[in-house]
T-cell receptor
Framework: AQTVTQSQPEMSVQEAETVTLSCTYD???????LFWYKQPPSRQMILVIR??????QNATENRFSVNFQKAAKSFSLKISDSQLGDAAMYFC????????????FGPGTRLSVLP | DTGVSQNPRHKITKRGQNVTFRCDPI?????LYWYRQTLGQGPEFLTY????????KSRLLSDRFSAERPKGSFSTLEIQRTEQGDSAMYLC??????????FGSGTRLTVV
């Protein structure tokens, strides 16, 4: 079974600075998808960014980018120019390209943005 | 249609009682998912519907749990004989394709 680990329960960043959230995963599959989801205090999960494992190029979405290291099974999220609205729980998630429709989520990292 | 709607937002029940939650997905979404999220953890998959067919069920979905999606529209999740360990946030999500989930705001269940 696949597992997702987020080793940083809490992180903080100064407004306008850059922060990197870590994620590692374990799988024996060669093709899969990785995601970062954001869950603000209102608790509705929102997709931040998605990465296909077959793509070598790291995904970017405006101020959000990932560092995908397939061999190391690492998938970190970099948030540039942090804003107060970025404060939330961030979940790393894995989805198989072959089996099932479900996501496997990590335990999350709580990000605080300091003014 | 502004998103995935879940009702109720909060539910407090006594141990041993039955509870039912409702999820109204985005109308054109044919895929619907239920997840459970306990405090300090990420969501855990419970079950998946494509239209009215329940195609996947997690081992977490014990025989006290049942989910339905009649006519491929809204879905209900029922928990019978609730236990304190059932206290959690129950999240529903829907999608038109394998990706592009839209999550609801969840139903928080407290079993006392």
């Amino acid at each position: 079974a696949q597992t997702v680990t987020q080793s940083q329960p809490e992180m903080s960043v100064q407004e306008a600075e850059t922060v990197t959230l870590s994620c590692t995963y374990d799988t024996s599959e060669s093709d899969y998808y990785l995601f970062w989801y954001k869950q603000p205090p209102s608790r509705q999960m929102i997709l931040v960014i998605r990465q296909e494992a077959y793509k070598q190029q790291n995904a970017t979405e405006n101020r959000f980018s990932v560092n995908f290291q397939k061999a190391a099974k690492s998938f970190s999220l970099k948030i540039s120019d942090s804003q107060l609205g970025d404060a939330a729980m961030y979940f790393c998630a894995y989805r198989s390209a072959y089996y099932g429709q479900n996501f496997v989520f990590g335990p999350g990292t709580r990000l605080s943005v300091l003014p | 249609d502004t998103g995935v709607s879940q009702n109720p937002r909060h539910k407090i029940t006594k141990r041993g009682q039955n509870v039912t939650f409702r999820c109204d997905p985005i109308s054109e979404h044919n895929r619907l998912y239920w997840y459970r999220q306990t405090l300090g953890q990420g969501p855990e998959f419970l079950t998946y519907f494509q239209n009215e067919a329940q195609l996947e069920k997690s081992r977490l979905l014990s025989d006290r749990f049942s989910a339905e999606r009649p006519k491929g529209s809204f879905s209900t999740l029922e928990i019978q004989r609730t236990e304190q360990g059932d206290s959690a946030m129950y999240l529903c999500a829907s999608s038109l394709r394998p990706f592009g989930y839209t999550f609801g705001s969840g139903t928080r269940l407290t079993v006392v």
